[in-house]
């Protein structure tokens, strides 16, 4: 595998980590309840969403894909006459710069390393495509920042939705929709515990147990719930159609290049993990 493949691969669990941080970080709580948006998932969904512009609900439970549509339907529109899509993506930003520089320090983000991180993760994003990608599309149409750590982050953000919307893509394809898709991935044990998925996606446990008595009849689940052979290559597939259609940036950027960002980047992401700003997750080995 060469290391275009192999960042592709391990891209989603690495990199991913240096733009989630904005999920999870007392900083970004802060800066969205300045601009009104208290509620958490509220927050989440208008600050991710911003910059498709005063989008509804259909909008954000499509391209975001495996949440209730009734639980988008209490933030959204509603978010947006306390805040304009501008004034929560101005949040954003600065939420992240806020979470930067206590993760990192002044030092960390003044230094050529970073500096040189930002510019070769933005030429990695010369290599997205659009096509089909709603959401990598509407942060792409964003002007970039000027400091290089948050031009960094952009990137990572630009190179992560757009390798979210392949997924989404890769899932349809495999026919699951968000349900179902949500239901396999809590069984693979790689990510939520079902109570978990169930609380922060919004499904009812009625609903969810409607989902895995469907998939069990499928041969998808067994009876204690877990994957199957033929559940575990249905994932499987999913990730490798994934990992495919996520190929271009790193193809564009090159193995020698992609291979210096990688060194660039694990370290920062390693930093997040050990702080704990992202709660149950660490680097893969």
Known sequence: MGEAAAVAVAFGTTFDFLHAVVYFAPEARQRFAAAGLEDGSTAYFASRSAAMGPVGAGVVTASFFNFHPGKVARSLPHAWSIATPEAVLEARFAAVDDIYRRLFGEELLASAEVAEAAALAREATE???PDGRPLYAAHASLPWPEQPHLALWHAITLLREHRGDAHIAALLVNGLSGLTALVTHVATGAGFTPSAAKRTRGWSDAE????????????ILDADGALTDRGRDLRERVEAATNAASLGPWQHLGDEKTARLWELCRPLANRVVEAGAIPGRRIPD
Do not use: I, P, Y
């Open 127 to 129: 290599g997205c495509r």
């Open 208 to 219: 969810w147990d409607a989902v895995v008595a469907e998939l069990t009849v499928k041969g």
